[in-house]
């Protein structure tokens, strides 16, 4: 798993990219998340999904770790647009009931800036 990480408009957005398995590298996804919602008091979240290939049950772990992180502060996180293989695991899962999921990064931001955080 890759990741990137950028801020606009006072929204984090967040590019997961490859496999997302449980390689290790989502603590150190956890930790900057962390320190931007603790030190940057950022309360809102975009993950894109759509550079990602591949997702299993510690992937869907990770995701709502960083949906408690980010909502046990006060703000909101959605999803940008996974892959359909992932929307189908988010759908058995009934997980596709607790995150909101939008067609573009653009969508987020509109989305997010619209809600009180």
Request: proline content about 4%.
């Amino acid at each position: 798993m890759n990741f990137s990480i950028q801020v606009q408009a006072q929204t984090l957005l967040i590019a997961i990219e490859g496999k997302l398995l449980g390689d290790g590298t989502e603590l150190l996804l956890i930790d900057q998340l962390k320190t931007f919602i603790e030190e940057d008091e950022i309360r809102r979240v975009a993950v894109d999904l759509r550079p990602l290939a591949l997702l299993n049950s510690q992937g869907l772990n990770l995701l709502l770790r960083m949906l408690a992180k980010v909502r046990n502060r006060g703000g909101e996180l959605v999803l940008v647009r996974p892959p359909e293989n992932i929307q189908k695991l988010l759908l058995m899962t009934k997980l596709n009931a607790i995150f909101t999921i939008v067609d573009s990064p653009e969508a987020a931001i509109e989305l997010l800036e619209n809600l009180p955080v």
